[in-house]
């Protein structure tokens, strides 16, 4: 999967630090997230049709996904968060295989 980094802050504060194409459901993003040692998924909203958000926690960082416009748009909550669980998110998404 490829994966775009960014460093955009958000107006409440919080920051756009990475986005994917929208290749796979949620179903398959949450249980690839699950995959990765440490992550504890904390919630999951959706209007069933157009919108979701999950929430999940990673080395104490309050991290959020939302699917607008076809791709996952990834956010941390602390705008000042340490590269290495943002690295280390990015490369376990990179890692995504469809399965066969």
Not at 19 to 31: F, K, P
Request: some cysteine.
């Amino acid at each position: 999967m490829k994966v775009e980094y960014l460093d955009q802050r958000m107006e409440d504060g919080s920051r756009l630090f990475a986005i994917t194409q929208e290749l796979i459901s949620w179903a398959e993003l949450r249980q690839h997230l699950e995959k990765l040692y440490g992550v504890e998924i904390l919630q999951f909203i959706t209007d069933g049709v157009v919108e979701g958000w999950l929430d999940f926690r990673y080395f104490g960082q309050q991290f959020s996904v939302n699917n607008p416009m076809g791709e996952y748009w990834f956010f941390v909550a602390d705008p000042t968060c340490s590269s290495f669980p943002l690295s280390e998110l990015m490369a376990h998404l990179r890692k995504w295989q469809p399965a066969a």
